[in-house]
């Protein structure tokens, strides 16, 4: 590998101190973008969604346990599959612990189209306490454009897409206030904040790493917690 120059602690210091003056200026961007969020208009959310979970049938306000603030997480997983995705598996298993969020009045679910015995089961081989629900019998997915009408049995997850939707009560009334996905999930997984603050980074190759670094393919060293053979 073309590894860094090796420096004196100075020099070093004085390297490290460049990095982080950067950060803290994204830290500044990121703390504007957030105000700008709270201000980004809403949504209102008319239809009545049913879920089931694992005390039986649930409505989207159910969801919100009380609390006015909710998010959902769309977890891929097809109705017509044994797993859920191993990517949105990483997902969960970096969540905090919700006693967090509940204690500034905010829930947290995973909602899926597979059945709800499929979910409790998986959610129990992956040790796992978030609230999850299955919208199956009905269209919240594909009303959120995190569906295919139909279930694609011959696509990956049978054609389900991941998502974090924010929601807000007010009332009776629910709102949508907030959505993001793909590498817009990765600011709440501290796996790759991690691996960023390493010498070797992810290790993908759409990394701008030193030449010989090791790197493969995205995604594709992905695997559910207990399916790693280290």
Known sequence: MNLPEIVSPEEWETTNEQILKKEKALTRE???????????PMMRVDKDYEFQGPSGPATLMGLFEGRRQLFVYNFMFGPNQEVGCDG????V???????HLHAR???FALASRAAIDKLE?????????????SWGGGT????LGLSPAEPQPGTYQDGEMFGLNAFFREGDAIYRTYFTSWRGLEVIGPVWSFLDRSLLGRQET????P??????????????????HL
């Open 30 to 40: 990121l703390d504007s973008l957030a105000a700008k969020r709270r201000r980004q």
């Open 88 to 91: 949105c598996s990483m997902v």
């Open 93 to 99: 298993d970096q969540l905090t612990h919700v006693a």
């Open 105 to 107: 009045e905010t829930s």
């Open 121 to 133: 089961r998986y959610r129990k081989r992956m040790g796992w306490e978030v609230p999850w629900y």
């Open 140 to 143: 919240y997915g594909v009303d």
């Open 206 to 209: 759409w990394e701008d790493s």
């Open 211 to 228: 030449e010989g670094y090791p790197q493969t393919a995205p995604y594709e060293w992905w695997r559910r917690h207990d399916e790693y």
